[in-house]
């Protein structure tokens, strides 16, 4: 038996892995070989790829028949490779036999891997081209497509998305997708997911920072294993699109002269809003709107200095309207408005006598001063009408009985329906009588006084306004008061009566009266930054001590703005004026706020009060607003208490003051300071 040396064996897988990965072909075979006989040092020895299944065939030429020698067939994993042939020696025994396998199986082995290899490396290169052929494709595309995580990270960018926002590849790839939006709610991949794919308008931003349209379709993005790995995105640039569509509604929709909605924009737009007052059971007014003068000074001057008078008309009434309201160009010098945020439909008058007032003021055109003054009608849904075309038909029908009754008068107003005219008369007459007594001293006050409920002392007194018309005499607030309040005139109204309350208190003091409290009423349109400073200066002209002022104010000014309103009031109590919280309960403000504000009375309006002690509800609601004013530290006054019943029920709650006809009505000055000579207790 011939042993071989343990580096023979090692040299020869050497040699075997070095020939199969560097040889190929008739080389290969000649290493082979070599490596067999050197292995088995045999003289002859060979490597036959893939010969017959009998060797005897394949060797018989190679040497002598009966001499000698091995074949050992070479495979792997049911592949066959070929055949190992050795001779020449005079004899062979069984540990030949298992050196010549044992190199069969390590070249089978490493002919197997190499032949895997060498198909993936071919694989790999084909999936190369075929990636490299799909990039070429997708770069030669005008559309840019990007692809992004389940997290909104950008993963592929072709050159399409290069040449449409200006970002090379390395600069977007590994960048959130947010960074190219402009105003759009990044949960909006959520919402299409759950909806499915669909194509959607946008708005992005380039590297430039131009901000254009584009086009965005998505798509799923899977693995290899079909799960969920992301999103592709498909977009296009449509901004001139866009702009042609504009351009298309402006022409469709928008008068051209004036930039406003045309009668098809507004007829759209008030069915819309009379959609909305349908379902909260509101009303809505439709105006009018005829230009005076204006036929006259377009024939004398030209239809360019009456394209510019429109142009200015049309600029001033949408800047007296608020935002919600909808003005229209009909057609020539009419106007219409639609007005659906209404309390009551008389509303309507006050808005008509703004825009009337807005043109008040000359325009200048070319040198030009003119005027021009317009006459409205009013149609009130859903009385006139339940769809845009009657109401506008019905507000013409009422435009037309203004300008006929007014005589070319520019403040004319009428209704469609007779019967809301009549009102609106009365209305606006009304008005104009409380214009005048604001300034021909009509207006007075009385005084309410206020008792403490332990001691039945007076302690206070509200100042109530009055209206001494000349000719209706004396009308009621309840007439009065909600018109100043819509009109705005409540504003001078408010400032009136600060100033008179204030002035009577130093003139009680000045007359030797002992000091009291003098409670105003604040309306919400009052409430307005230069309130304190108002009633500052009014203190200071009538030399009154700030702590015999009271405001009182309502809930509703409260939920106004809290915190621009908790400002103005920590600026009035730091005067040392009090405030107090008018007809509690009846509004809507929050607890969570009310603790917040400096409140030092809280009011009980008269509607609670009325029942006492007889319905339980008042008497519940009562007791609360008491056990509240207890809780918050604040006095609690109840108001229009005229039985001793009543005075009893609040006494027993705890209420702190009270005041009604049970003491005393409203009193003139002169009779609320004879009443206080007379003996009413002296307050402290």
Known sequence: MFLRPANDILGSSTAMCEAVMRMRGEALAAELGRIARSLLASPCGVFVAAAPVNPGHAYAELYPRNMPGLTQEITCNGRHFGWYAVWGRMMYDESDREHLASLARLTANLLQMHTMALHSTHAYAAIERQLSTQNQILDQINESVLTMDQTGYITGWNKGAERLFGYTELEAVGRSILFLYVDEDPSFRDAFMEQGGQVMEVRRRKKSGEVFWASLSLAPLNDIGGQPAGLIAYLSDITQRKLTEEKLHELAYLDALTGLPNRTLLSKLIEQLIAIAQRNEATGCVLYIDLNRFKSINNALGRPVGDELLRQVAKRFRMTLREQDVVARMSGDEFAVGLFELRQH???????????????????????????????????????????????????????????????????????????????????????????????????????????????????????????????????????????????????????????????????????????????????????????????????????????????????????????????????????????????????????????????????????????????????????????????????????????????????????????????????????????????????
């Open 346 to 684: 008389f509303e309507a008058t006050t808005v008509a006598r703004k825009l009337q007032a807005c043109l008040l003021e000359p325009f200048i055109i070319e040198g030009h001063q003119l005027r021009v003054g317009c006459s409205i009608g009013i149609s009130v849904y859903p009385q006139d009408g339940a769809d845009p075309e009657a109401l506008l038909r019905h507000a013409d029908i009422a435009m037309a009985r203004a300008k006929q009754g007014s005589n070319g008068d520019d403040e004319s107003v009428a209704f469609y329906s007779r019967e809301m005219n009549e009102g609106m008369q009365e209305r606006m007459r009304l008005e104009t009588d409380l214009r005048h007594a604001l300034t021909h001293g009509e207006l007075l006050l009385h005084y309410q006084p206020k008792f403490d409920i332990g001691s039945n002392r007076l302690v206070g007194a509200e100042a109530l306004v009055r209206w001494q018309h000349p000719e209706r005499g004396l009308v009621p607030p309840a007439e009065f008061i909600p018109l100043a309040e819509s009109t705005g005139l409540i504003v001078q109204v408010g400032e009136w009566v600060l100033q008179q309350a204030c002035a009577q208190a130093a003139l009680w003091q000045l007359a030797g009266l002992a000091p009291m409290r003098l409670a105003v009423n604040v309306s919400a349109r009052e409430f307005t930054a230069s309130l304190p400073l108002r009633v500052a200066a009014t203190l200071a002209l009538h030399n009154l001590d700030a702590r015999w002022l009271e405001l009182e104010i309502t809930e509703s000014t409260l939920m106004d703005d809290i915190e621009r309103v908790t400002d103005i009031m920590d600026q009035i109590t730091a005067l040392g004026v009090t405030l107090s919280l008018d007809d509690f309960g009846t509004g809507y403000s929050s607890l969570s706020y009310l603790k917040r504000f400096p409140i030092d009375t809280l009011k009980i309006d008269r509607s609670f009060t009325m029942g006492l002690p007889a319905d339980g509800n008042d008497c519940a609601i009562a007791s609360t607003i008491i056990s509240i004013g207890q809780q918050l530290k604040h006095k609690v006054i109840a108001e229009g208490v005229e039985t001793a019943a009543q005075l009893e029920f609040l006494r027993g709650a705890g209420c702190d003051e009270v005041q009604g006809y049970l003491f005393s009505r409203p009193l003139s000055a002169i009779a609320f300071e004879a009443a206080l000579r007379a003996g009413w207790p002296k307050a402290d």
